[in-house]
């Protein structure tokens, strides 16, 4: 079985200022990682993937992530927060060879001041 | 955007009564999901399908029941629903096993008084 760990339920940046999403995973096969972002009142949209390849995965919006198998995790960075980027922000995990069901961690909600 | 819609958008349902909620998409993709969304603990899986007909459950499924008789509707079940099971509903779609990227449709808050 896989989890996903996200450290931080609120985090608070100012604008300007570098962004980093904590997320560790657990799985027993490799995974695929992902992260979403839910601005209030709409779905979730993926921000980024790691699927294979290259362990830096670069998404929409400036945001970031690396895959750190050693540290079992995935972190998401931005270099320059903007007011834009005040949303809730999930990371997802599924073990690579099955089904794709997603595992999802339970959201940090970032905020961004002035 | 992946053409995903949900209805009702928002519904207010007393406990005990039956309701169902429904996912249409237009993308032809193999793949459905429905998942709950409640503060504290993300994303959680209800039922998936991977094909008309052919449905499983996920990590929340009690109480609920799912179908899918054609490839762009599925439909959630709430039998009877119960207070617990207030919270914001989402469905999701993916296009094949190999490509795990899921796509979102805008939510149903469901409300049981």
């Known amino acids: 079985a896989q989890s996903v760990t996200q450290l931080g339920s609120h985090v608070s940046v100012s604008e300007g200022a570098l962004v980093l999403l904590r997320c560790n995973y657990s799985?027993?096969?490799?995974?695929?990682l992902f992260w979403y972002v839910q601005y209030p009142n709409q779905g979730l949209q993926l921000l980024l993937k790691?699927?294979?390849?290259?362990?830096l995965v670069k998404g929409i919006n400036g945001f970031e992530a690396e895959f750190k198998k050693s540290e079992t995790s995935f972190h998401l960075t931005k270099p320059s927060a903007h007011m834009s980027d005040a949303a809730e922000y999930f990371c997802a995990v599924t073990p690579t060879g099955t089904a794709s069901k997603l595992t999802f961690g339970t959201g940090t909600r970032l905020q961004v001041t002035l | 955007d992946a053409g995903i819609t949900q209805s009702p958008r928002h519904k207010v349902t007393e406990t005990g009564t039956p309701v169902t909620l429904r996912c249409h998409q237009t993308?032809?993709?193999?793949?459905m999901y429905w998942y709950r969304q409640d503060p504290g603990h993300g994303l959680r899986l209800i039922h998936y399908?991977?094909?008309?007909?052919?449905?499983d459950k996920g990590e929340v499924s009690d109480g609920y029941s799912v179908s899918r008789s054609k490839t762009e509707d599925f439909l959630l079940t709430l039998e009877s629903a119960t207070s617990s099971q207030t919270s914001v509903y989402f469905c999701?779609?993916?296009?094949?096993?190999?490509?795990?990227?899921?796509?979102f449709g805008p939510g149903t808050r469901l409300t049981v008084t």
């Open positions: 999701a779609i993916s296009e094949s096993r190999g490509n795990y990227e899921q796509y």
């Open positions: 399908s991977y094909g008309v007909k052919d449905t």
């Open positions: 799985s027993s096969v490799p995974p695929y």
């Open positions: 790691y699927t294979t390849g290259a362990t």
């Open positions: 993308e032809n993709h193999r793949y």
